[in-house]
């Protein structure tokens, strides 16, 4: 019992990371019909959005120490952010530890920005070329954006620890009524799934409960006739596309402390995210979610040593061998809906 | 000629001459000049030119005619390697029988990966080549290791001895083929300039005209025309009594077979094989060559191999100090200015180049280099004779739907 719960918990952050990845594309794909390799890129660029913030307020300047000199007899000096000049030590400490999740404040605009400009300027050009190109010139798009940030970041992954708070483990096992050190779960995993709960819910709250959510779900579902009733659906479209590079963004932001970014994560994730929109359906978003967690979980469970005895290596090829039983048994997916993409 | 028409035939004969005489046209500047790293003429460089040519001429015959967009492709290559592989350790160290093996493993993963994968097309065909692939290189890396070595990857070791050639006590053996060794040499110095003709490099580059020769042949076979059938409209061939599925699954095993021998090539090379050759990267380079050279048509996909594989080994190398020297005739401001402004896009970072050169070619020249080719010829005869523009619309125009 203790292994099973384990088990679903470690699934969690990993779907969480799949499940938010997969909302995008699956936002982008019902909505502009485009298939966005580049995706993963702008998951990357999320993370690097956390480490850009981290840097940039613990920006320190040389600050000599009154009566100390170092071993040459100069006077010493010290660097100081400029955030304690500002703020006072205490509160300048604060913000530095909490930078990851200040980030998100920061991620939030520049991913809008990032995902609007990238539609406009690339995408927007994509619509009535076959699904081929739009796969290439945004997985160009990926190799591009992916070597950028190698260029300015470097190729080594950079650590971006979580805040102090949240550091130590949670100990399920004593609060649940088993015995205490069974199962033990990184506090900071528990917030990647309430985070990634509560970005799931906003965008399905947004789309259900806003008259701009209900004009793009009238969109996707026909978006000729939309346009014909004077509703500019492109420009609203362009919305969802930042709206979508935004959620992936804020995925990487929240993922920089389980996993220290560097410049290739988005790659890795963007394969797996892919089967997960497969297996959820092309274009349905609860779908995606549903997916997303699903196979987050089956891999935990796959990676058990119980499960490793008689299956080995069925760790590391489960999502793919799933994605293959579902996309040849049942072809538009867990969720898809009827003829979205079935050929 | 060979069965080929004339045109098709001068291109055969082009792509003769060229290979064959590749260390020469390679290797146009002298060594001792500034420009002598701009050489690619040897022949580590020259045998991987040809052999990812042979890799990109097969995934063309099944993307470039049927359309259909395989993204796990290196798994075939990595395949046809480790089949070719333990060809050499157990059997004999002649590359011939190891090449013969990589292709009929290959062949056989292509059976059984493309029964399953051609029942669904267009992004959902993508992402079961991909899905396989991934799969092959998870096991090959972790579960498969008394087969594959894992990480390692496997290589001639001393105690191997293979049963047909007769190695002394402790002797690595090497890759021969009827005892020529692969990595003779004849060097030849002509003044300032020095030539390498290597075996390996011959006999890949024999292995690739055939393989050139034969797509051509498919390209005009009636199947060839079966197969841009399946790429232009499926429906309409099933409504004319035609399943489209033979032809492709067909397409697909050619293909990998194609990947397959470049496979057994490679390790004929260098004899070593490792399981990041299937990774899914690997898959997209072949994807970047084909589109790169040019989707669909015969030299395209050769172009961009070399293209590719130019600007990963020869591009990659220039460092600062490199420009440094060649810029070194500007002011100095000017000078680090520019360098600051090219240093991005080569030595580490010619991923980028690619990356953007590629990101172009998609969107400006869906034929890729070799219809950049034809344009600019295009242009040059339009400016001779303006009548020519009429037969060009009309050789152009495509049948009304």
Known sequence: ME????????????????ALIALGLT????????????????????????????????????????????????????????????????????????????S????????????????????????????????????????????????????????????DAFRGSFDFGAAMGFDPNTIIYPYWRLVYFAFAAVIIGAVFAFLQFTTFGMVVRAGMADRETVGLLGINIDRRFTIMFGLAAAVAGLAGVMYTPINSPNYHMGMD??????????????????GAVLAGFLLGILESFASMGA?????????????????????????RGLMGRKGVMED | MLGLNKKDFRLLMIVLGLTMLAPFILNPFPSSSGLAQFNAGYPDLMQRFVIFGIFAIGFNILFGLTGYLSFGHAAFLGVGS?????????????VIPAIIMGVIVAGIF????????LRRSGIYFSILTLAFAQMSYALAYSVLTPITGGETGLQIKSTDSPLLSNLAEGEIGRANLFGMDMRASYEMAVGDWLFTFNAGYYIAAVFMLISFYLAIRIFRSPFGTMLRAVKSNQTRMYYTGLNARPYTLAAFVISGMYAGLAGGLLVAMD??????????????????????????????????????????????????????????????????????????????GWHLTLGLIFMAVVIFLPGGLVEGGQRIKRLFSRKKKPGDDEADKASQSTPAE
């Not at chain 1, 539609?119 to 591009?144: C, M, S, W």
């Not at chain 2, 292509?110 to 994968?117: I, M, P, Q």
């Not at chain 2, 990963?312 to 520019?338: T, V, Y």
């Open chain 1, 3 to 18: 292994a099973i719960i384990l088990q679903i918990l470690n699934g969690l952050d990993k779907g969480s990371a799949y």
């Open chain 2, 82 to 94: 480790y089949g070719a592989m333990w060809m050499m350790k157990l059997f004999s160290l002649n």
């Open chain 1, 269 to 286: 994730f963007l394969v797996l995210s892919f089967v997960v929109v497969v297996v959820g359906g092309m274009g349905s978003l609860p």
């Open chain 1, 104 to 163: 998100i404040l920061f991620a939030i605009p520049v991913m809008m920005l990032i995902g609007v400009i990238m539609e406009r300027g690339l995408i927007k050009h994509f619509y009535n070329r076959p699904h081929a190109d739009q796969i290439l010139v945004t997985f160009g798009l990926a190799i591009v954006l992916q070597e950028i940030i190698k260029y300015y970041y470097g190729a080594n992954p950079i650590p971006t620890p979580a805040p």
């Open chain 1, 307 to 331: 499960v490793l005895e008689v299956l080995p290596g069925l760790n590391q090829i489960i999502i793919y061998l799933v994605a293959i039983i579902i996309l040849l048994t049942r072809p």
């Open chain 2, 110 to 117: 292509a059976v059984a990966v493309g029964y399953v994968s």
């Open chain 2, 271 to 348: 004899t070593q094989v490792g399981p990041e050759r299937m990774f899914w990267t690997a898959s997209g380079e072949v994807v970047l060559m084909t589109i790169l050279g040019g989707a669909g048509t015969l030299i395209g996909p050769v172009l961009g191999a070399g293209a590719i594989k130019y600007m990963e080994n020869i591009l990659s190398k220039i460092n600062k100090d490199i420009l440094h020297q060649w810029f070194a005739f500007l002011p100095d401001g000017l000078e680090d200015f520019i360098i600051t402004l090219v240093y991005p896009f080569i030595g580490k």
């Open chain 1, 27 to 102: 936002l982008i794909f019902g909505t502009l019909g485009v298939v966005n390799f580049a995706h993963g890129a702008l998951f990357m660029i999320g993370a690097f959005c956390a480490v850009t913030l981290s840097r940039l307020i613990s920006l320190s300047h040389e600050v000599a120490v009154e009566g100390k000199v170092d071993f040459l007899g100069n006077p010493a000096t010290e660097s100081v952010p400029y955030i304690y000049d500002w703020f006072g030590r205490a509160t300048g400490d604060a913000i530095i530890d909490w930078a990851v999740p200040l």
